[in-house]
């Protein structure tokens, strides 16, 4: 766990996964935030077999649903390969695309799966092969609307998302002793795990908090595990700038 000197404001707990918040990080150093940073899961590399590499080269369009799924292909295969129409669930993943293979790539403003399916693009889908690169288990929504559309949808696993073994109950003491006021999460995984993290004793005391989440599906989530609505601030996205602009409006209420 690491973060800035805490002083008395209320501080921000950023529980993204290491190596995924880094200029979101230096951004709470420049404009002096107080923060902790504790990544609650790790993301590992996959490799992709041969097999997935010919689908890759033949497919008649790509879509890469995170970061991870781009960087984790992009140490594995030869970008002359990747030919593909290219789409991306958010604009971050979208970025490293660009940077990667230098041509354009589809993405909603909505940078959610339910976003990306509803662009004019997606439907131009139908009947095509479709290879959707992503990690280990998560949503189907993606490879359902796709099918409705008679594409033929496969996927290439290149990544996987791990627990870290952490005590639990030794962090939340440490967090409420740095006073923390809110928690920043990313993922239905990440929120979920920390209810299972933290003892049940110290249930009352997460829900006390203020939380910024990036979906309506974490918010019904959030609720679920007994978090009050006021308590809940959507960020627009799950991108840096969505994140920074909601820790900016709540932590001007701490001051």
Known sequence: MNGK????????????????ADKMLAELDKTGVNYLFQPLIEIRQLAI???????????????FVSVSAVQCLQSQIE????????????????AALEDWL?????????????????????KQLAAKRVVVIRAEGGRELIKQQLLALAANVSYVLNYQRQVLALDGA???QQWQQAGIGCIVATSNEILQHLF???????????????????SPRMQQKAQQLGIATNKITLAEN????????????????YQ
């Open 79 to 94: 970008a002359s390969l990747v030919t593909a129409r290219l789409f991306a669930v958010g604009d971050t993943t979208a």
């Open 238 to 253: 799950a991108n840096d700038i969505s994140l920074l602009h909601s820790i900016g409006q709540i932590n001007r209420s």
């Open 49 to 63: 077999s041969q097999a997935d590499k010919q689908q890759i080269k033949q497919a008649d369009a790509l879509i």
């Open 5 to 20: 000197a805490l002083s008395s404001n209320k501080a921000f707990l950023i529980a993204r996964p290491a190596g995924k």
């Open 196 to 214: 299972k993290l933290i003892p049940i004793a110290g249930h009352s005391w997460l829900t006390s908090l203020d939380w910024i989440l990036v």
């Open 102 to 122: 230098q041509r354009p790539v589809c993405v909603p403003e909505d940078q959610r799966s339910e976003g990306l399916i509803n662009l004019p693009e997606f």
């Open 170 to 172: 030794a962090l939340c």
